[in-house]
């Protein structure tokens, strides 16, 4: 069973718009939900992290919004640019030194 | 910017070679990861390590796996018999343990059996 899913497979904007990125997670002990960034030919770099007890977390042009009780998330990348294009991965574990669980990625394009 | 470091970037095999590749994990990190990345973008736990000892592994693939973490040396991760269904990008990421959450990935060995 999948335990983190991801929508939309793909997507693609144009530059300075806002992409909007979903995430679910089966799993209710989940704690803590990574956002990591990937480049074609590189390792996922961590972009964003939201642990459950927040319902919002921002980082310059990107912010995660939680809702713990539907077992949602979102990454919202505002003012996009061409330099975001890439596959973002939704993560989620359950306590330190675990395993993360990753969802199957959205491809970004961003047209400049 | 992370500075796990993971070698060989690319390992080329024949089926029934063994691969191996190694990690070095960032300085200071005790806890180490072993992660299997698809061409479908589907990622696998392989198994993790916290200083030399194995603290979670999956039933690793018919035993044809093997990792390990010594003491000031690389980890490394090797599969024994390679098949071709063992191409793939194979991640390593360490954390801090503690309680710090944050996994930090290499750039990953590439493998392609042929």
């Known amino acids: 069973q999948q335990q983190v899913r991801q929508s939309p497979q793909s997507l693609t904007v144009w530059e300075g718009e806002t992409a909007i990125l979903n995430c679910s997670y089966e799993?209710?002990?989940?704690?803590?939900f990574p956002w990591y960034q990937q480049f074609p030919g590189e390792g996922p770099a961590l972009l964003i992290s939201?642990?459950?007890?927040?319902d919002k977390k921002e980082d310059g042009r990107f912010t995660i919004f939680f809702n713990k009780r539907e077992k949602k998330l979102s990454l919202h990348i505002t003012d996009s640019q061409p330099g975001d294009s890439a596959t973002y991965f939704c993560?989620?574990?359950?306590?330190?030194?675990?395993?993360?669980?990753f969802g199957d990625g959205t491809q970004l394009v961003v047209k400049p | 910017n992370s500075k796990v470091i993971q070698t060989p970037r690319y390992l080329v095999k024949g089926q029934g070679q063994k691969a191996k590749m190694r990690c070095i994990p960032e300085?200071?990190?005790?806890?180490v990861f072993w992660y299997q990345q698809n061409k479908n973008n589907e990622f696998k736990f392989l198994i993790n390590?916290?200083?030399?000892?194995?603290?979670?592994q999956i039933d690793m693939t018919e035993k044809r796996f093997s990792a390990e973490c010594p003491s000031n040396s690389p980890c490394s991760l090797e599969i024994q018999s390679s098949e071709a269904g063992d191409s793939a990008l194979y991640l390593c990421?360490?954390?801090?343990?503690?309680?710090?959450?944050?996994?930090?990935f290499g750039p990953g060995t590439r493998l392609l059996v042929l």
């Open positions: 990421a360490s954390s801090p343990g503690l309680g710090e959450d944050t996994q930090y």
């Open positions: 799993d209710s002990t989940f704690n803590y």
């Open positions: 939201i642990r459950s007890v927040s």
């Open positions: 993560a989620a574990r359950r306590n330190s030194n675990n395993r993360i669980f």
């Open positions: 300085k200071g990190h005790p806890v």
């Open positions: 390590f916290q200083n030399q000892e194995v603290l979670q």
